[in-house]
Nanobody, 116 residues
Framework: QVTLVESGGGLVQAGGSLRLSCAASGSMFSPNIMGWYRQVQGKQRELVAT???????NYADSVKGRFTISRDNAKNTVYLQMNNLKPEDTAVYYCHVKNDYAMDYWGKGTLVTVSS
């Protein structure tokens, strides 16, 4: 009953920028923590960034200073602004939402490919 609709993935040149969006809807109550994870084939899914309802953020060390997470609570939408992208950022990016009852919801993933 909960859906996470992701957008913004695609192909980008190294050094470029990309913005991911994820809109959450359904019988989920108010999203508590929203965030992004990414996964490369053969590796475990890893945290990229999270943001709380009060806009407290947390970033993986590998993306600090390059990525910025934000959210619009009125729209139940979380964003990930990715700047200075590197080839090692190439991965499937998954939107993640945790509600007030600690239930987890995942998007289907969107592929980000950084060339060069």
């Amino acid at each position: 009953q909960v859906t996470l609709v992701e957008s913004g993935g695609g192909l980008v040149q190294a050094g470029g920028s990309l913005r991911l969006s994820c809109a959450a809807s359904g019988s989920m109550f108010s999203p508590n923590i929203m965030g992004w994870y990414r996964q490369v084939q053969g590796k475990q899914r890893e945290l990229v960034a999270t943001i709380t309802r009060g806009s407290t953020t947390n970033y993986a060390d590998s993306v600090k200073g390059r990525f910025t997470i934000s959210r619009d609570n009125a729209k139940n939408t979380v964003y990930l602004q990715m700047n200075n992208l590197k080839p090692e950022d190439t991965a499937v990016y998954y939107c993640h939402v945790k509600n007030d009852y600690a239930m987890d919801y995942w998007g289907k993933g969107t592929l980000v490919t950084v060339s060069s």
